[in-house]
């Protein structure tokens, strides 16, 4: 797919998202800055569809749209923020950063 650990769309788009024990693009990820998240995977098979064929298409043309929904079987998490300000961002982090995310959403 995308590289991983970047934010995909919306706000701060193209940035690289860097982390520890906190995760940073362009100000901290974290329950002080987002007022929601949701997790767009399996679960939401609508959502999860739409994003994988829509980033597949941006990054590969009509052929990336298959490859997009198909996916992989990699640790990855495609994740749509809502910013306190009311802006959006659509992030792509792997499993490590997954789990420093939801830990600093509480």
Known sequence: MATI????EGKNKGTKIT??????????????????????????????SFWKGALGVALFGSIGAVA??????????LIA???KDGDKSL?????????????SMF
Do not use: P
Not at 5 to 8: G, H, K, P, Q
Not at 68 to 77: C, P
Not at 94 to 103: G, T
């Open 91 to 103: 992030i792509l982090i792997n499993d490590e950063y997954y789990k420093v995310f939801v830990k």
């Open 68 to 77: 997009g929904i198909s996916g992989k079987n990699k640790k990855e998490y």
């Open 19 to 48: 982390g520890g024990t906190m995760l940073y693009a362009n100000g901290w990820l974290s329950k002080n800055n987002i007022s929601s998240y949701t997790v767009i995977d399996e679960s939401n098979k609508d959502q999860y």
């Open 5 to 8: 650990n970047i934010v995909l």
């Open 81 to 83: 923020i809502e910013w």
